[in-house]
């Protein structure tokens, strides 16, 4: 027999721990064991939960804790992310203080999932660059925008150097910028741009509408010219990042990006850690690129979440592409050297206002951070690096540089 396993982190100051891990065991499984009869036991036995380990910490009231693994029987769900995480969370997350920590699949669950289609390789060959971090710029204030405007505003970005330009999240339909136009002005804005730079660009757009319609949005966008997608993942549910990923149609790569996912993982009590929300299941589900908050910026995450998160994006031994880690918000090129301290090479350095807000304009600001990640790449000080160069210069002037 094949097992998935659940670790649990739960807090109570009077339980026993062993009981209650014995009782998920038994209650996200069979629903009950020693009421039934012998026969019935023996029919069941291959249905039946088992507690791998239990271990109790005790660090004074209210922070008296379990860490409980429990293993489920694949036989038990279909092999879709959706019955897995009812299997192994879904009545218990209302079930006290109780935190979803850590899965491990088995290979059988795993042979069901492709994963990444492009991965840190294909988007390395995709954009023909190997022996660096990626750059990604974000548009910003895009809503009631209409198309020469948003061209505009991408093609400033296109020049600054950067390797992708995302969506904004909350783009959505609408008819001054409806998908197919946005693609095909932007597309056209990054050949334009090209022809200066040098430089192959990525274009992820944002997919949205009824999920009945998404991958009819996908195939309009790529007809169009699309070479990379937008998926806000958690608003749909894994299962549909799963379809767009596997459909052999879509041969683009996506970016998952984290909304919502601050309902679900910052309680240390509640709901599901980062590790597994936006690190195990986005790269089983197929993301190519996986943005979350980092360490750094404006709307933070814990450094060792963050390095929980790339850990499970990068790990060598799954039958799975890794993920690009792209951590975001609040990044401007003084905070490069972190980035690739934390990250290594294999990293999408994410900005928007550290790009649209430096004081030479928006191309400056990518130029800046080209810039930043050359100077760290040769281990020279980002000061004096600027010396000679006054887009880096005037941004570390004004957010300044390495901490």
């Given amino acids: 027999m094949s097992y998935c396993q659940a670790t649990y982190r739960v807090y109570d100051d009077h339980a026993d721990f062993n009981k209650k891990a014995q009782s998920i065991a038994v209650g996200m499984t069979v629903g009950s064991w020693t009421e039934l009869p012998q026969a019935r036991r023996e029919a069941m036995k291959q249905h039946l939960g088992e507690v791998i380990s239990v271990d109790i910490h005790d660090e004074g009231p209210g922070q008296r804790y379990a860490d409980m693994t429990i293993a489920y029987p694949d036989i038990n769900f279909s092999r879709d992310i959706p019955a897995l995480l009812v299997t192994v969370f879904g009545k218990i997350s209302m079930d006290g203080r109780i935190k979803l920590t850590n899965l491990a699949f088995s290979d059988a669950f795993l042979s069901a999932f492709r994963g990444p289609k492009f991965g840190i390789s294909g988007l390395r060959n995709e954009l023909g660059v190997h022996d660096r971090p990626l750059l990604m710029s974000i548009f910003k204030s895009v809503i009631g925008l209409d198309l020469p405007e948003l061209?505009?505003?991408?093609?400033?970005?296109?020049?600054?150097?950067?390797?992708?330009?995302?969506?904004?999240?909350?783009?959505?339909?609408?008819?001054?910028?409806?998908?197919?136009?946005?693609?095909?002005?932007?597309?056209?804005?990054?050949?334009?741009?090209?022809?200066?730079?040098?430089?192959?660009?990525?274009?992820?757009?944002?997919?949205?509408?009824?999920?009945?319609?998404?991958?009819?949005q996908a195939l309009k966008a790529m007809d169009a010219g699309a070479n990379a997608l937008l998926f806000n993942v958690l608003s749909y549910g894994y299962?549909?990042?799963?379809?767009?990923?596997?459909?052999?149609?879509?041969?683009?790569?996506?970016?998952?990006?984290?909304?919502?996912?601050?309902?679900?993982?910052?309680?240390?009590?509640?709901?599901?850690?980062?590790?597994?929300?936006?690190?195990?299941?986005?790269?089983?589900?197929?993301?190519?690129?996986?943005?979350?908050?980092?360490?750094?910026?404006?709307?933070?995450?814990?450094?060792?979440?963050?390095?929980?998160?790339?850990?499970?994006?990068?790990?060598?031994?799954?039958?799975?592409?890794?993920?690009?880690?792209?951590?975001?918000?609040?990044?401007?090129?003084?905070?490069?050297?972190?980035?690739?301290?934390?990250?290594?090479t294999d990293v999408v350095v994410n900005a928007g206002g550290g790009i649209h807000g430096h004081p030479m304009g928006t191309e400056a600001g990518g130029q800046a951070f080209v810039q930043a990640i050359a100077a760290a790449g040769q281990s020279i000080s980002l000061a004096d690096y600027a010396e000679s160069h006054p887009e880096l210069k005037a941004a570390l002037e004004l957010w300044g540089g390495e901490r």
């Fill in 151 to 216: 061209r505009e505003q991408f093609y400033k970005q296109a020049l600054g150097g950067v390797d992708l330009i995302k969506d904004d999240e909350i783009l959505f339909e609408n008819e001054l910028t409806p998908i197919e136009k946005r693609v095909e002005a932007c597309i056209q804005a990054a050949e334009e741009a090209r022809k200066e730079t040098g430089k192959k660009l990525l274009y992820a757009v944002n997919l949205t509408g009824p999920t009945s319609q998404l991958r009819k």
């Fill in 239 to 344: 299962d549909a990042l799963q379809e767009l990923s596997a459909d052999p149609d879509i041969q683009i790569p996506i970016a998952a990006h984290p909304a919502l996912a601050g309902a679900m993982y910052p309680s240390p009590h509640y709901g599901i850690s980062p590790s597994v929300l936006l690190g195990q299941l986005m790269r089983l589900a197929g993301a190519d690129l996986v943005l979350f908050p980092s360490p750094y910026g404006s709307v933070t995450m814990p450094r060792d979440e963050n390095m929980a998160i790339r850990d499970e994006l990068v790990r060598t031994d799954l039958p799975l592409q890794p993920s690009l880690p792209v951590p975001s918000a609040g990044i401007h090129p003084g905070l490069v050297p972190l980035i690739l301290r934390d990250f290594g």
